[in-house]
């Protein structure tokens, strides 16, 4: 009753340093946004309007975005429109930011969800084989695998795999994430899930195929370190004495790697799935723009070649606060799962 008790306690105490530590790095990460939009060269507003604004227009825009008060007035006022849900306005754009953020956001999100299913599984899958298959030719095949789609540039990934399965073959379409001839009742912006949602088969099947390429080759980006994590996790666990102890009476092979080693080996990864939450959607950015997939990932990019730094200030706030919330709740399931991180 008192280890219980124990335990309990640990895991509350680690749950409220946590949550009580989580204001203090939200604080920290929301600076670091201001200052690095503040610190990049030029003037934001003339950069956005160019050679095509007046003197008068460009003073207005200015003064609309209150880039005239004094810079801890603008920090202030950044962080209260944090708050409240205000990301800003744009200036190449009539829509606010909060607004395109509703609008891009189930596309990312879709994206990177199907590409950390595939990368999971590729990485448990082949990093668990690598690991029970150890110096062999399919371990060896096992870790250069892991290297090889962890080094390889997302784009180039996403050119070959347009080149080989779309315009060669034939199978999957080059990009965007439906086709022309499809009309999309998309009540969640989540075209999968409205298509099972409103039984629509063709909205389901087309969206599916759409979302393959570019899925996959961002699932590869990360999949290389699960492949690595998975593998070097399972030698060790292998290796530990609970597992030579369930060995030693008698408990078969595949009963000790999956049931006892496999399991445990899994705790880690939950951890770096969400140090790899930034990855993915930095790799977001990239396979978006590779295959014209209209999330906020290219949503971003237009608004950099536009030099719209109001823009660029509120969809990157977003993307930190987004990191933020993964990786608070990777931390409250670890210690949930994992009483060592308790103490």
């Given at each position: 009753m008192?280890?219980?008790?124990?335990?309990?306690?640990?895991?509350?105490?680690?749950?409220?340093?946590?949550?009580?530590?989580?204001?203090?790095?939200?604080?920290?990460?929301?600076?670091?946004?201001?200052v690095l939009v503040r610190v990049m060269p030029g003037d934001p507003v003339v950069a956005s309007l160019g050679g095509r604004a007046t003197p008068d227009r460009i003073e207005r825009a200015q003064e609309a975005l209150g880039l005239n008060d004094s810079i801890l007035v603008q920090y202030?006022?950044?962080l209260f429109d944090v708050v409240r849900g205000d990301l800003g306005d744009p200036l190449t754009d009539p829509r606010s930011v909060t607004q395109i953020v509703a609008d891009r956001f189930p596309a990312?999100?879709?994206?990177?969800?199907?590409?950390?299913?595939?990368?999971v599984v590729l990485g448990v899958l082949v990093g668990a084989w690598s690991a029970r298959r150890r110096d062999t030719v399919f371990d060896v095949g096992g870790r250069l695998l892991g290297?090889?789609?962890?080094?390889?540039?997302?784009?180039?990934?996403?050119?070959?795999?347009?080149?080989?399965?779309?315009?060669?073959?034939?199978?999957?379409?080059?990009g965007n994430r439906l086709s022309a001839r499809i009309v999309a009742d998309a009540p969640t912006g989540f075209y999968l899930l409205d298509g099972i949602i409103t039984l629509n088969g063709q909205l389901f099947f087309n969206a599916l195929a759409h979302l393959i390429l570019p899925g996959v080759t961002l699932g590869l980006l990360i999949g290389g370190v699960f492949i690595r994590m998975v593998r070097v996790n399972?030698?060790?666990?292998?290796?530990?004495?609970?597992?030579?102890?369930?060995?030693?009476?008698?408990?078969?092979?595949r009963r000790v790697v999956f049931q006892h080693a496999f399991r445990n080996a899994l705790i880690p990864i939950i951890t770096i799935m969400g140090l790899q939450a930034a990855?993915?959607?930095?790799?977001?950015?990239?396979?978006?723009?590779?295959f014209s997939w209209p999330g906020l990932g290219?949503?971003?990019?237009?608004?950099?070649?536009?030099?719209?730094?109001?823009?660029?200030?509120?969809?990157?706030?977003?993307?930190?606060?987004?990191?933020?919330?993964?990786?608070?709740?990777?931390?409250?399931?670890?210690g949930v799962i994992d009483p060592r991180v308790r103490y």
């Amino acid at each position: 009753m008192a280890k219980g008790e124990s335990g309990s306690s640990g895991l509350r105490r680690y749950l409220l340093t946590r949550l009580a530590l989580a204001p203090l790095f939200l604080f920290t990460l929301l600076t670091a946004v201001f200052v690095l939009v503040r610190v990049m060269p030029g003037d934001p507003v003339v950069a956005s309007l160019g050679g095509r604004a007046t003197p008068d227009r460009i003073e207005r825009a200015q003064e609309a975005l209150g880039l005239n008060d004094s810079i801890l007035v603008q920090y202030g006022r950044y962080l209260f429109d944090v708050v409240r849900g205000d990301l800003g306005d744009p200036l190449t754009d009539p829509r606010s930011v909060t607004q395109i953020v509703a609008d891009r956001f189930p596309a990312t999100v879709e994206l990177t969800v199907f590409a950390l299913i595939v990368a999971v599984v590729l990485g448990v899958l082949v990093g668990a084989w690598s690991a029970r298959r150890r110096d062999t030719v399919f371990d060896v095949g096992g870790r250069l695998l892991g290297i090889v789609v962890y080094a390889a540039p997302v784009f180039w990934t996403g050119i070959l795999a347009q080149l080989f399965f779309a315009n060669r073959l034939d199978l999957l379409p080059t990009g965007n994430r439906l086709s022309a001839r499809i009309v999309a009742d998309a009540p969640t912006g989540f075209y999968l899930l409205d298509g099972i949602i409103t039984l629509n088969g063709q909205l389901f099947f087309n969206a599916l195929a759409h979302l393959i390429l570019p899925g996959v080759t961002l699932g590869l980006l990360i999949g290389g370190v699960f492949i690595r994590m998975v593998r070097v996790n399972m030698l060790q666990t292998l290796q530990s004495d609970y597992v030579e102890s369930a060995r030693a009476r008698g408990i078969t092979e595949r009963r000790v790697v999956f049931q006892h080693a496999f399991r445990n080996a899994l705790i880690p990864i939950i951890t770096i799935m969400g140090l790899q939450a930034a990855l993915l959607l930095g790799g977001a950015i990239l396979t978006e723009t590779t295959f014209s997939w209209p999330g906020l990932g290219s949503a971003l990019v237009d608004f950099v070649n536009a030099r719209d730094y109001a823009a660029l200030q509120g969809i990157v706030t977003f993307f930190a606060l987004v990191v933020f919330a993964i990786s608070l709740l990777i931390d409250i399931l670890n210690g949930v799962i994992d009483p060592r991180v308790r103490y």
